[in-house]
């Protein structure tokens, strides 16, 4: 190994340890001895033969020895150690911009944060504040940080990019040169991460449309331009394609590249065995093409009632479709209120009657309130003295509002064997409580599925909060028995939570379904920490039609009569 890889390796532990807090003077040591490494004139093994290394000022008996493994075997024992002492995601937050080995620790040891994603999530909760050495600035000068990585990163959350995508959408839509468009690809089905924007729009006059789009500010580097297909890179980073097809070709078009590839290929199949030709470019029967207006007359065609692009995964959307037993998702019109909502009293930035004014303005009738518990100490988890004033503010509220109610919750903190973090008699004063697990998500997978069935067992336990835990592009789910939890929440009738923030965005849609049939209430929440993160309902929306959920499987869509009387019937 050369100098330069062992001065990189030099700095490193220098790193390491200081993360660690080890002695200052040895951390010194090891960075000032990556330097001299680096700027020493001359060929190392030179130094190393004539035993020269020990003799270079800054340079000891300690440091020339493990320079010298390093040089000679290209290893370390006690580096492959210390690294592996480490969580690697440390190693990803030190590349931030304004963040040092010191605010890691901090990090680390105070917020149990291992990755950029965690560190962005902390940070959209407003825990870094009140740490020592950071605040609202640093704060936010992390965040900014972590958009600039993001932008390399190659994939990106669906609730991050689809608003661009939206206006890009949006301004085709008003130029002359376009007759219809649409978004496509993943954003379009909803998926929680995508890799790219895929735009389709119609034109008769392709070129001049492609030399307008290319004038978009949101477009950071155009990478190829032709006349049905130009390329570029958002300024967010993210790879977007726009085609251009003939009118007549855009419901094929659109359907084509909306996807998915394994329900394309499903649909091609079941076209073919009825003798007719399935492409991007039309329906072909005895090579003619059969005209459809929309992709609805393309799934009429077929045999079928129109599927919605949410369920075209190929999970047996053909098949229902084939015997009009789709069912009919819910959409955004059928919410009448949101759970999940955080306030100043813990980690939120804004006050009860301030979150109370925006949903009502949102066209919802009720929310549930619960901040965090006690032992969520990190979030200035409410204290018993805190509820009670909570709770009595929430109550002023109530006897002075006329068609707008506030739940009183909690979100309680599950605690390793199982139990909530309050006692019987405060669990009782909350009209319903959200029991969820922030903690110790690295258990093993009978620890943790029995934590969750313990806590679903508890009587004062109305919903589970993002249940396995994930952090999407930055914390597995935790490895916990999805299917035997969902079991023992239907057997003990109590409500999974789709929790809509972007970074989440869990329960994942591919066990919905299975718990659609075990006849589980679900209820889509915000987890909002201020008044823009209420707006994370729409994610939790798509997330709920993936999983092929319904008005009647959700419980904010009922009424707030209906859904006061459910909390009550659940206490019972």
Known sequence: MEKKEISKI?????????????????????????????MLEGDLDDYIQDDKIIGIKGIGEALSEKIVQLHRNGRLEFYEELKSSI????????????????????????????????????????????????????????????????????????????????????????????????????????????????????????VSLMDYFTTFEEIDEVMSKGETKTSVRLKKGIMMDLRVVEDRQFPYALHHFTGSKEHNTA??????????????????????????????????????????????ENTGEIEAAERKALPNLVSYEDLKGMFHIHTAYSDGSSTIEQLADVAK?????????????????????LKEDDIKRQIEEIDNYNSKSIDFKIFKGIESDILPDGSLDYSDDILSLFDFVIASVHS????????????????????????????????????EPSDMDVYEVLDAAADNRKIIEINSDPHRLDLDWRYIKYAKTKEIKFAINPDAHNIEGLKNIMLGIGIARKGWLEKKDIINCMEQKEVGDYFEKQKR
Do not use: W
């Open 87 to 206: 969580p690697s995601g440390l190693f990803e937050i030190l590349k931030i911009q304004g963040i040092g080995p010191k605010k890691v620790k901090m990090l680390y040891e105070k917020l149990g944060i291992e990755t950029i994603g965690e560190l962005e999530y902390a940070c959209m909760e407003n825990r870094l504040i009140g740490l020592e050495g950071f605040g609202k600035k640093t704060q936010s000068n992390i965040l900014k940080g972590i958009q600039d990585i993001k932008k390399f990163s190659g994939q990106y959350l669906y609730g991050y990019v689809m608003e661009d995508a939206q206006s890009i959408k949006e301004k085709l839509l008003k130029s002359s040169l376009v007759v219809r468009c649409d978004i496509a690809g993943s954003l379009r089905r909803k998926k929680e991460v995508v890799k790219d924007i895929d735009i389709l729009a119609s034109s008769d006059n392709s």
């Open 361 to 381: 303005h949102m066209g919802f009738s009720y929310i549930g309130i619960s901040d965090h518990s006690k032992s969520a100490f990190y979030a200035n988890g």
């Open 267 to 312: 649909l091609r199949h079941k076209a073919k065995a009825d003798g007719i030709k399935m492409n991007e470019y039309g329906l072909f029967l005895d090579d003619s093409l059969i005209h459809c207006k929309n992709e609805t007359e393309i799934f009429n065609v077929l045999g079928l009632d129109f599927i919605p692009p949410e369920l075209r």
């Open 440 to 475: 110790g998500l690295n258990m093993e997978k009978e620890k943790i599925t029995s934590r969750i069935i313990n806590a679903i067992k508890n009587k004062h336990t109305t919903m589970i909060g993002h249940m396995t835990g994930r952090i999407l592009l930055a914390r």
């Open 10 to 38: 030099l700095e490193e532990i220098g790193l390491m340890l200081e993360i660690k807090g080890d002695n200052p003077f040895k951390i010194r040591a090891y960075v000032n001895g990556a330097r001299i490494l680096e």
